[in-house]
């Protein structure tokens, strides 16, 4: 079973957050990680009570791997997500290159 | 240039306060995700990757510099700082915070701006020539047209809720810089034999999934029948436009499987019954709206000749920038001045908010206070005297804003792409930036010569790459960024949709292949043949030849 943990973006001002221990976390570091198909959907469950609750729109899970010593998502546009964009939008700097 | 009236007024303050109340009654809980999107919809307000997106119209692309400082002033205060120009001849903000979205709004409110149809399957800002009123080749000026459609369909009760987006250009010159045959309806500007003005009515383009371009449906509307006609489509199209499945719910697709003639039919029997209505434009409100438009108190003067030639002559980097960045005016001794916000190591369309403020203070000064903005993500100065050309050039190059290559290889149409938005596939910018980078010499871009550029990031094809002489669409593939590239595509009078070259590139080797198609046209040109032109003699297999002779 791959490592899951639950994204979102908070309501008032649309940020990428992430499930944590003591609620929503813009560091995907201090996310909950479901290693269980059972914990995920655990995990997803407390995620839709803070949309009743209006703080966050939209949860859903994603894949996260280790890489360094760090939790990173599996997916680009996970990462993307996490990590801001790629490029130095507006200021006319060059691209930061991901793999 | 256009002014609010009491009634546009009230109307976009009054939405302004209904906004406020929705966007209050969400964070209360008032509302739920599933009430409120629709409602957010209908003022601009996408949830992107990592934040709310905010996009503003721009009526057919034209600013006063009090609006652009505006932008500036929203871009630093609610923003990171800058904003980012689009194909639709709008502006968006990619961080704002939903709570301060009505903050925004009644500050653009102020300059006589709003958010509203900027999404949803609404009709969206009417798109125009950036050079409307001052293109040397001008039959008539499109804003005005494009004004009095913005005035019929804003909050048009009958047209809220269409299949889905539904988009209009206007030009009024001889060449299409509008890409007017890439839109639901686009209109040229005509004169028929007798000389009375009208328009040469297209219908069904659109890019996306399936990509078309617009048919004739009508050689010549009489101009007092505007509105009426654009009426008749959109009930045929209201009516029989596909709402059961989001990929063939565009008019093209409803055009395209009734054939135009059927089309052309159904339109015209909604028509004759509303022809002689109330929407007939009367010579009055035309003159009214016209007089908006009329041109600004220019000077008398003589082209300025030797002084500008002796500039030319000294300054070779000005001279480039005058080839390459002006373009004829209506008015002797005034010029069209392009200013490129395609910087090597810069994103398309992206500007500060200094280079905001920096501008409108330009604008003020040299261009009687107007700049349009263009679908190709560029800004125009519509009224510079040629004299203050040199002046101009010098200013922009201290803002970071002369780039000589309007039209040029660089001058790269890219969507945001997965950088932003949560429908992309694949990155666009990156890709833009490199293959700027790549063919950055300005010298080499020069003996290239016109050459379209157009990259988007998933198919709905924002960055228009059905209609770039070398376009671009990002694709996944196994959770790897590829680019399927289409060849021969162009977005003019002469309009073609690209064909799709072969398998896609990965990121690592698709700015090598861009570079081998212009390498391909170089050596098989005609003197001073364009590489549209070029491409259409020849065809795709020299191309193909060298892009796939490895594999």
């Given at each position: 079973?791959?490592?899951?943990?639950?994204?979102?973006?908070?309501?008032?001002?649309?940020?990428?957050?992430?499930?944590?221990?003591?609620?929503?976390s813009?560091?995907?570091?201090?996310a909950?990680?479901?290693?269980?198909?059972?914990?995920?959907?655990?995990?997803?469950?407390?995620?839709e009570?803070s949309?009743?609750r209006?703080?966050?729109?939209?949860?859903?899970?994603?894949?996260?791997?280790?890489?360094?010593g760090?939790l990173?998502?599996?997916?680009?546009?996970?990462?993307?997500?996490?990590?801001?964009?790629?490029v130095a939008?507006?200021?006319?700097?060059q691209?930061?290159?991901?793999? | 240039?256009?002014?609010?009236?009491?009634?546009?007024?009230?109307?976009?303050d009054?939405?302004?306060?209904?906004?406020?109340?929705?966007?209050?009654?969400?964070?209360?809980?008032?509302?739920?995700?599933?009430?409120?999107?629709?409602?957010?919809l209908?003022?601009?307000?996408?949830?992107?990757?990592?934040?709310?997106?905010?996009?503003?119209?721009?009526?057919?692309?034209?600013?006063?510099?009090?609006?652009?400082?505006?932008?500036?002033?929203?871009?630093?205060?609610?923003?990171?700082?800058?904003?980012?120009?689009?194909?639709?001849?709008?502006?968006?903000?990619?961080?704002?915070?939903?709570?301060?979205?009505?903050?925004?709004l009644?500050?653009?409110?102020e300059?006589?701006?709003?958010?509203?149809?900027?999404?949803?399957?609404?009709?969206r800002?009417?798109?125009?020539?950036?050079?409307?009123?001052?293109?040397?080749?001008?039959?008539?000026d499109?804003?005005?047209?494009?004004?009095?459609?913005?005035?019929?369909?804003?909050?048009?009760p009958?047209?809220?809720?269409?299949?889905?987006?539904?988009?209009?250009?206007?030009?009024?010159?001889?060449?299409d810089?509008?890409?007017?045959?890439?839109?639901?309806i686009?209109?040229?500007?005509?004169?028929?034999?007798?000389?009375?003005?009208?328009?040469e009515?297209?219908?069904?383009?659109?890019?996306?999934?399936?990509?078309f371009?617009?048919?004739?449906?009508?050689?010549?509307?009489?101009?007092?029948?505007?509105?009426?006609y654009?009426?008749?489509?959109?009930?045929?199209?209201n009516?029989?436009?596909?709402?059961?499945?989001?990929?063939?719910?565009?008019?093209?697709?409803l055009?395209?499987?009734?054939?135009?003639?059927?089309?052309?039919?159904?339109?015209?029997?909604?028509?004759?019954?509303?022809?002689?209505?109330?929407?007939?434009?009367?010579?009055?409100?035309?003159?009214?709206?016209?007089?908006?438009?009329?041109s600004?108190?220019?000077?008398?003067?003589?082209p300025?000749?030797?002084?500008l030639?002796a500039?030319?002559?000294?300054?070779?980097?000005?001279?480039?920038?005058?080839?390459?960045?002006?373009?004829?005016h209506?008015?002797?001794?005034y010029?069209i001045?392009?200013?490129?916000?395609?910087?090597?190591?810069?994103?398309?369309?992206?500007?500060?908010?200094?280079?905001?403020?920096?501008?409108?203070?330009?604008a003020?000064?040299?261009?009687?206070?107007?700049?349009?903005?263009?679908?190709?993500?560029?800004?125009?100065?519509?009224?510079?005297?040629?004299s203050?050309?040199?002046t101009l050039?010098?200013?922009?190059?201290?803002?970071?804003?002369?780039?000589?290559?309007?039209?040029?290889?660089?001058?790269?149409?890219?969507?945001?792409?997965?950088?932003?938005?949560s429908?992309?596939?694949?990155?666009?910018?990156?890709?833009?930036?490199?293959?700027?980078?790549?063919?950055?010499?300005?010298?080499?871009?020069?003996?290239?010569?016109e050459?379209?550029?157009?990259?988007?990031?998933?198919?709905?094809?924002?960055?228009?790459?059905?209609?770039?002489?070398?376009?671009?669409?990002?694709?996944?593939?196994?959770?790897?960024?590829?680019?399927?590239?289409?060849?021969?595509?162009?977005?003019?009078?002469d309009?073609?949709?690209g064909?799709?070259?072969?398998?896609a590139?990965?990121?690592?080797?698709?700015?090598?292949?861009?570079e081998?198609?212009?390498?391909?046209?170089?050596?098989?040109?005609?003197?001073?043949?364009?590489?549209?032109?070029?491409?259409?003699?020849?065809?795709?297999?020299?191309?193909?030849?060298?892009?796939?002779?490895?594999?």
């Open positions: 079973m791959n490592l899951e943990v639950v994204t979102a973006n908070r309501l008032k001002d649309g940020r990428t957050v992430y499930l944590g221990e003591s609620g929503w813009e560091n995907l570091e201090e909950r990680l479901a290693g269980s198909a059972a914990a995920a959907q655990a995990l997803l469950a407390l995620a009570r949309v009743e209006n703080e966050v729109v939209g949860p859903y899970l994603i894949e996260v791997i280790e890489e360094g760090h990173v998502p599996a997916r680009r546009r996970e990462r993307i997500r996490a990590e801001g964009p790629t939008a507006g200021s006319g700097r691209s930061r290159e991901i793999v | 240039m256009y002014r609010y009236d009491q009634f546009d007024q009230r109307l976009v009054e939405r302004v306060a209904q906004f406020r109340d929705q966007v209050r009654r969400r964070i209360a809980g008032e509302l739920s995700d599933e009430e409120f999107k629709p409602l957010r209908m003022n601009g307000v996408y949830l992107q990757l990592h934040s709310y997106m905010l996009r503003v119209a721009i009526p057919y692309g034209v600013l006063s510099a009090l609006q652009l400082r505006k932008l500036a002033h929203l871009a630093r205060t609610y923003d990171r700082g800058y904003g980012h120009f689009t194909t639709r001849q709008n502006i968006q903000f990619h961080w704002v915070r939903l709570e301060e979205t009505p903050d925004i009644a500050e653009l409110a300059v006589e701006m709003h958010a509203i149809q900027t999404s949803g399957n609404s009709l800002n009417t798109t125009a020539d950036q050079y409307a009123g001052v293109a040397a080749d001008e039959i008539a499109p804003r005005v047209y494009a004004e009095i459609i913005r005035q019929w369909a804003t909050l048009h009958e047209f809220s809720f269409l299949p889905r987006k539904f988009k209009i250009a206007v030009t009024g010159g001889a060449r810089r509008a890409a007017v045959k890439t839109h639901d686009g209109l040229f500007i005509r004169r028929n034999a007798a000389g009375e003005l009208g328009f009515v297209v219908v069904g383009g659109g890019q996306g999934r399936t990509p371009l617009a048919k004739t449906l009508r050689k010549f509307l009489p101009e007092a029948d505007l509105l009426s654009i009426e008749a489509i959109l009930r045929v199209y009516e029989f436009g596909r709402r059961d499945n989001i990929y063939k719910a565009r008019i093209k697709i055009v395209h499987e009734l054939g135009i003639e059927k089309f052309a039919e159904l339109v015209e029997a909604e028509w004759a019954a509303t022809r002689a209505g109330a929407l007939r434009l009367p010579e009055a409100e035309l003159a009214r709206i016209r007089a908006h438009f009329a600004p108190p220019y000077e008398e003067i003589a300025p000749g030797a002084s030639e500039e030319r002559r000294a300054d070779p980097a000005f001279a480039r920038w005058l080839r390459h960045n002006t373009a004829a209506v008015k002797p001794g010029a001045a392009n200013i490129s916000l395609k910087a090597t190591g810069a994103v398309p369309g992206d500007i500060s908010a200094g280079q905001m403020e920096a501008l409108a203070d330009l003020e000064r040299l261009s009687f206070g107007e700049i349009r903005v263009t679908h190709e993500q560029n800004l125009t100065l519509p009224y510079v005297k040629a203050e050309l040199y050039w010098q200013a922009l190059g201290t803002l970071g804003l002369a780039t000589p290559n309007i039209g040029l290889a660089s001058d790269i149409i890219a969507c945001p792409g997965l950088d932003f938005c429908l992309a596939n694949a990155r666009s910018i990156p890709i833009a930036q490199r293959i700027a980078e790549r063919l950055k010499d300005v010298e080499r871009q020069e003996a290239i010569g050459l379209r550029i157009k990259i988007s990031g998933c198919i709905n094809a924002c960055g228009h790459h059905h209609v770039g002489h070398i376009g671009l669409l990002g694709v996944d593939k196994q959770g790897e960024e590829f680019y399927q590239m289409t060849l021969g595509g162009h977005a003019e009078e309009a073609s949709l064909t799709i070259i072969g398998p590139f990965s990121s690592a080797d698709v700015v090598d292949a861009v081998r198609v212009v390498e391909t046209y170089l050596g098989l040109r005609a003197p001073g043949e364009r590489f549209i032109d070029a491409y259409r003699r020849v065809g795709a297999q020299p191309f193909k030849d060298k892009l796939y002779a490895a594999h």
